[in-house]
């Protein structure tokens, strides 16, 4: 399959790009004078972002950027006074003087509050809430933010667990770690991730999500989370776009190094896991200027061996007569190594005092290796909770591993001209999912030759944490053979390319501070996927299970039977026939080009901040792939495309009460596209006994847009502290789900045809909380203390429906993923030698999948969960520290279920995990 790109479109993207640069440029004229300089921590030279700095005279502000720089374009010559602004910081007031055609530079050595110890705006619990605090605080928009020393803090393993702690967040976890983050009630596929501001695409071959499992945590900066968008933003996300910042060497001054070496033990099969990290930055001295070239490095490493332990029904139950039936369910362990790694590498350079320019580079790689040990059971009469019933038993082998890959690279720069700041950029990501040729499914069944009536009579007692009472020869191997190994392999990549323009210009409007801002930006996304399966059957020699079968699993949830040697699986086949229908109904290939262009103003008007704009996006999108009639036994390739246009306009609204106090407000439209696998063009009809039945992807399926509405207060007041309150509501048009659209128009003859349609609408309506602080006003060493909360309370309702009799019924949901409550707390202490926290994370039951689109009784979903984590660090230096971590004390299992919380869907544990460490620093 070849990608076709319009080259008449693109050359008039260009043109347009061109236009708005001449346009750009074409406003640059002789200026008044210029304010710059930079905000740092007194003696260890960390660079503060967030610091606000203002000019009295003139009610204008500015913001430190990552690296502490700030400026003031265009400022007219006079006597002005600067006043700094720093949460966990003392104000600073200088007088400077501007010269007509000069810069006048001013830095700012940032010391902590009075008689709080340095180290509250440096190091620690405090500094990392400070750090956030601060960004967030000055944005422009709603954000929430967490710095890597707020990261250090938690017991988090990668990007989305560090994410979880954070207001109006909540993750997916997978095999009890952190995968997919939801952000306000909305599920992964529908937020945007970019790293260092460069949109990621997943690596998932069904899913926009991006498993942010894949990212380590140590090779991080800062993690930001904007939940309101802004024009300038792409505006690709319902819930909110995660920024994932990797280390730059202008973060702090001189030379930087961090080595971390970490063991792990997992509770539930007590192994022991390695890892080590190390990050590195420099400053050097290039061309005669002072430390104009930065080099910022780090790798890090980990595997972890560890298991669960599973029974599911998959929602297979009987409700007919109100008595709950059982009609098939299996018994499963999990044995998972897994592996992550990353590397960064980032180079910053400063060629002159106007131009910046950078070269960011995150490359990271998860490979998941899992056996899957089942016994799949299925009743030959639905079983009611007691009874005694004949079943057909298989023994299943699944051996796979699985890698997936992230890299990220982008060149850009920023130029500074006299009334003009200029930012431009290119950039490459790509994300991949590798799973080379494995056994995707061994099956053994009863052995007819040892149990004549090829059942056993079976029994279960409890409808949740399901137990199974089974004859002796149930768990024997040698009652079962091999009948049939399924092999697979896929493969999938999505790549994409992007350039994009931006122009600033600071001015003044009616006597008021004002901006103007504008840009042009185009990304090319490409997504293929290739699936291949091979079916081995007739087996020679002894295929008793005897042969293939070594110690008894260890599982936790009853007696099970004897693990299954894979390789000796694999040795057995002779011969394998390829599946070319499975192998090529799945394959695809998908295109998605977007040209955007916006404007945005901002003006401040006394103490209010008003920013408004619009942006406009065009997608052209095109699908491949291939469909299978079974009843002509024909295999047909088939092509789709579309082309969409949106304006998406927004306004921002912050009114400062006072320095501590502020109101925001927003209005903003966003847009998303379908999943893949909703989109794929593939489609599968076959016929069994005269009945059609078909499934299919749907390529011409509408983007779900979404108004939203935010409105909410902050008050930060003091050291690592704040309250604050939003309330949020998200009108969201053509939402997307799953139905059966058998025997409606254009489906008459089939019996079933499962697809993807548009339903009208979906809203959600939630308020989100947030309170942090620290007992700096208490006598020593109270004054350590620190405790922080948020919580998230959201309503939503989506409007589903299918046919019944032909007529279209519709039912109301709430949204996927989506918990109606979601809360962290955390307490905390520290001191000048030691850092400890409890933390507590929670979410409410969420829908997981609808199963049944006409059956409320086969709505699947998970249970609330509750997990407890502990961290302590001790500072045996300054430049050493040792760690302590333990996840999951609770033993938080996962559950999920259909009907009511009593009807198993899934129910699986995974125990505690405990970590130690040791860190060696300098900064």
Sequence with gaps: MKKTVSISKNKNFVKTALAVVVAGLAGTVLADGRIEGQIKATEQGIALQGAKIRILELNREAVSQRDGRFVFLDVK??????????????????????????????????????????????????????????????????????????????????????????????????????????????????????????????????????????????????????????????????????DVQSLSAFDR??????????????????????????????????????NNLGVAFGVSSFKREFGSDNVETGGAWDFEDGEARLE??????????????????????????????????????????????????EFEDALAEGEVGSAEVQRELKDRTETQKILSTSLGGQTRLDKWTVDYRVAYSKSSEDEPQNVAGAVFKIDDDVIADEAFD????????????????????????????????????????????????????AGNSAQLKFGVKHAEREKDNNVDIWIAEDFTGDTSLTEFSASE????????????????????????????????????????????????????????????????????????GNSYDGDADELNAQSFENSDDYFLPALHIRYSISDKTQVRAAWTNSVVRPGFAQLSPGRLIEEDD??????????????????????????????????????????????????????TAGYEDFDKAVTFVNGDKADILGLELAASKQFTSLPSPWDGLLIGGNATFVDSTAEIGGYDDGEFVARDIPMPSQSDTSANFMI??????????????????????????????????????????FSLRYYLTESIKLHFEALNLTDEVYYSYVKDTQYNAQYESYGATYKLGITFMQF
Excluded at 475 to 487: F, T
Excluded at 591 to 600: G, L, N, P
Excluded at 838 to 855: D, F, G, I, Q, T
Aim: hydrophobic share 35%; proline share 3%; glycine share 8%.
């Design 77 to 242: 010559a006079g006597n002005y006074t600067l006043v700094t602004s720093y949460i966990g910081a003392d104000d600073i007031k200088r007088s400077v003087v501007v010269q007509d055609q000069q810069t006048t530079r001013e830095n700012f050595q940032l010391v902590g509050v009075s008689g709080l110890v340095e180290n509250v705006i440096v190091i620690g619990q405090a500094a990392g809430i400070n750090k956030s605090l601060n960004k967030q605080r000055s944005a422009d928009n709603i954000l929430t933010a967490v710095s890597a020393d707020a990261i250090g803090q938690f017991p988090d393993t990668n990007v989305s667990e560090s994410l979880q702690r954070l207001p109006g967040l909540s993750i997916e976890r997978d095999q009890g770690e952190g995968r997919y983050v939801r952000v306000r009630g909305m599920g992964p596929d529908y937020n945007a991730v970019t790293i260092n501001g460069v949109g990621v695409p997943g690596p998932d071959a069904d899913r926009r999500a991006v498993a942010l499992d894949v990212i380590p945590s140590d090779l991080l900066e800062n993690l930001t989370v904007t939940k309101s968008l802004t024009p300038d933003m792409d505006a690709n996300s319902l819930g909110g776009s995660i």
């Design 253 to 290: 001054d001189g030379f930087f190094y961090q080595l971390t070496a970490e063991g792990s033990y997992d509770e539930n099969t007590e192994e022991t896991s390695p890892k080590v990290a190390a990050t590195a930055s420099n400053q050097f001295s290039l061309g005669g200027d002072d």
């Design 328 to 377: 098939e369910m299996e018994q499963r362990d999990y044995r998972i190594t897994r592996e992550r790694s990353g590397v960064t590498l980032n180079l910053d350079y400063k060629p002159s005092d106007d131009t910046d320019l950078y070269w960011r580079n995150l490359y990271s790689e998860y490979t998941d290796s899992e056996i899957r040990l089942a016994n799949v059971i």
């Design 458 to 509: 079976l029994s279960y007692t409890n409808t949740g944490k399901i137990l199974i009472s089974a004859p002796a020869e149930y768990y024997q191997s040698a009652s079962y053979k091999l009948d049939e190994v399924e092999l697979g392999s896929t493969n999938t990549n999505d790549e994409s390319t992007a350039i994009n323009m931006d122009f600033t210009r600071d001015l003044e409007l």
């Design 553 to 624: 699993v260890d599982y936790q949830l009853g007696q099970f039977g004897s693990t299954i040697n894979a390789a000796q699986v694999k040795s057995a086949i002779e011969d394998a026939e390829e599946d070319e229908v499975e192998s090529s109904i799945g394959d695809y290939l998908i295109t998605e080009d977007t040209s955007a262009a916006y404007v945005m103003g901002r003006v401040d008007i006394n103490d209010w901040r008003i920013l408004t704009g619009v942006r406009y996006e065009n997608t052209d999108f095109t699908a491949q």
């Design 690 to 743: 005269g009945d059609i039945e078909a499934e299919f992807g749907n390529p011409d399926l509408k983007s779900l847009e979404s108004s939203n509405i935010d409105f909410g207060i902050e008050h930060y007041p003091g050291v690592a502290s704040v309250i604050s309150a939003f309330a949020f509501y998200k009108a969201i048009d053509n939402f997307v789900y799953q139905t059966d659209l058998g025997g």
């Design 828 to 869: 905390g202490y520290e001191s000048d030698k030691i850092s400890m926290r409890l933390s507590a994370n929670y979410k409410s039951n969420y829908l997981l999948e609808v199963l049944e689109p006409m059956e409320v009784d086969y709505d699947a979903y998970v249970d609330d969960q509750m997990q407890l984590d």
